[in-house]
């Protein structure tokens, strides 16, 4: 499907002069292929999720070699561990708000339990 481009691809990361609208079909093709099924990831929607998968893709261009194997296979999995490593985020954010909030109304409790404690000090 991207044999061409592939070709392309391998030339220029053996000369290092690999840049982004290189990979920009592969890299597109894969994101709707892969996140296709997802429509939200926490508070990220389709848009960003795949703006997010972008950037990750960009980040390690220059770490493709043609010898590791196909930019293909390569950019495929630095797609799959972006949106496994948003799913993370996402469910570590929640976790923390759920903390928080708890945190929270334990502390007020305990705000509450003291002023009535001061209270009844005051009074008596």
């Known amino acids: 499907m991207f044999k061409k481009q592939e070709q392309v691809i391998?030339?220029?990361?053996s000369l290092g002069t690999l840049e982004y609208n290189d990979i920009h079909d592969i890299v597109e093709y894969l994101i709707k292929a892969k996140s296709a099924k997802i429509k939200t990831i926490g508070?990220?929607?389709?848009?960003?999720?795949?703006?997010?998968?972008r950037v990750k893709c960009f980040k390690i261009i220059n770490k493709f070699s043609s010898s590791k194997g196909s930019a293909v296979n390569f950019f495929g999995v630095c797609i799959d561990n972006s949106l496994t490593d948003l799913k993370e985020d996402t469910?570590?954010?929640?976790?923390?708000?759920?903390s928080i909030v708890y945190l929270t109304s334990k502390v007020f409790?305990?705000?509450?339990?003291?002023?009535?404690?001061?209270?009844?000090?005051?009074?008596f």
């Open 10 to 13: 391998r030339n220029k990361a």
């Open 43 to 53: 508070i990220y929607d389709s848009d960003d999720i795949a703006q997010e998968v």
């Open 91 to 98: 469910r570590c954010d929640e976790v923390m708000s759920v």
């Open 109 to 123: 409790v305990n705000i509450m339990r003291i002023l009535i404690i001061v209270k009844n000090i005051v009074v």
